[in-house]
């Protein structure tokens, strides 16, 4: 049984990552921490209360509140254009009798990594701000943790919020980079390989052919949220019909690494500039920098990865 903690700020590919976490066999998600991005943290909590609920996993997910805000600086609030007023598509799912924790994202990280030393995979979707908190309170818990997935940054893709830069590291660089700094099995899921990975229209008629008969809520949310994202990637990236996989594929990757070709690299994120703030610098000389070693996904077997994520409902 894999242990995976996930780390999100639940907006519409957050969700089908959540879900596909929930529903994969041999996996056991052993909390979900939020935090801001797509919504605020309360929201993304509210969220992935109804999600859980939606799911019926069969054990309990503890659900914590973190940040609402970056290290340094202010949250620039939601983008409801991308993901909905409530961060799901507008989508209105079931209200969850479970209530999150009164415990921060950050503790609820650590008791969980000292719950499971050395077994225990952190999946972080959005910004890294719980998880540089959780070190900077907690930072004995660095050789415990077993590794860290996540969805953010590019090495060679264009960025989405500047011309080199990922949404999530960018919102809040100083988190990323005290992340990388710690000495963590850390390996990165960026834009070079989620653009890569897309979700059809054709996929979601797929899943709502083959789900299993109590996963059809689920695939019945999926196909509702996807109008939003769908409508946001039209506008904004030309896509007719389809879009990328952020956020799943990081759990996908979590849990099946053959999926994705690795190279590594010491790196760093910039904390400075106005085009390069939160850019993932990734030193390939001979004589590089003094930084800790990055995974980072360079190549995706897309058609594998879209198949895995869609037969976890089917």
């Not at 409801?80 to 503790?107: F, R, T, Y």
């Not at 060679?156 to 100083?174: I, K, Q, R, Y």
Request: proline residues 8%.
């Amino acid at each position: 049984m894999q242990n995976i903690l996930i780390d999100a700020d639940t907006g519409i590919d957050d969700s089908i990552a959540i879900l596909f976490a929930l529903k994969q066999p041999g996996v056991r998600v052993v909390g979900v921490t939020t935090g801001c991005g797509n919504t605020s943290a309360a929201q993304a909590a509210e969220n992935t209360l109804r999600l859980i609920h939606l799911a019926q996993p069969p054990y309990n997910v503890p659900v914590a509140i973190g940040a609402n805000a970056p290290l340094v600086g202010q949250w620039d609030g939601p983008v409801p254009h991308i993901h909905g007023n409530n961060g799901i598509g507008d989508v209105e799912l079931p209200v969850s009798p479970q209530k999150p924790l009164a415990e921060p994202a950050c503790d609820l990280i650590i008791r969980m990594v000292r719950k499971h030393p050395h077994q225990l995979t952190l999946v972080t979707l959005g910004r890294m701000t719980n998880l540089a908190l959780a070190l900077e309170k907690a930072p004995d818990i660095v050789p415990l943790v077993k590794n860290v997935v996540f969805m953010g940054g590019t090495l060679h893709h264009p960025g989405n919020v500047s011309p080199v830069c990922e949404a999530n590291l960018a919102g809040d660089p100083e988190a990323a980079d005290l992340v990388f700094r710690a000495g963590l099995d850390l390996t990165m899921v960026g834009l070079d390989v989620t653009m890569q990975v897309r979700l059809t229209a054709h996929h979601l008629d797929m899943l709502e052919k083959y789900a299993r008969e109590e996963n059809r809520p689920i695939a019945a949310y999926i196909r509702q949220a996807m109008k939003v994202y769908y409508q946001f990637n039209r506008l904004q990236n030309n896509c007719l019909d389809h879009c990328p996989v952020h956020d799943p594929l990081a759990v996908l990757a979590a849990v099946d690494p053959s999926l994705v070709t690795i190279r590594r690299a010491p790196a760093r994120v910039e904390c400075g500039g106005t085009f390069c703030r939160g850019m993932v610098v990734a030193d390939f000389r001979e004589h590089p920098i003094d930084a800790p070693y990055l995974s980072i996904c360079t190549e995706v077997d897309a058609r594998k990865a879209v198949e895995k994520l869609i037969t976890a409902f089917t």
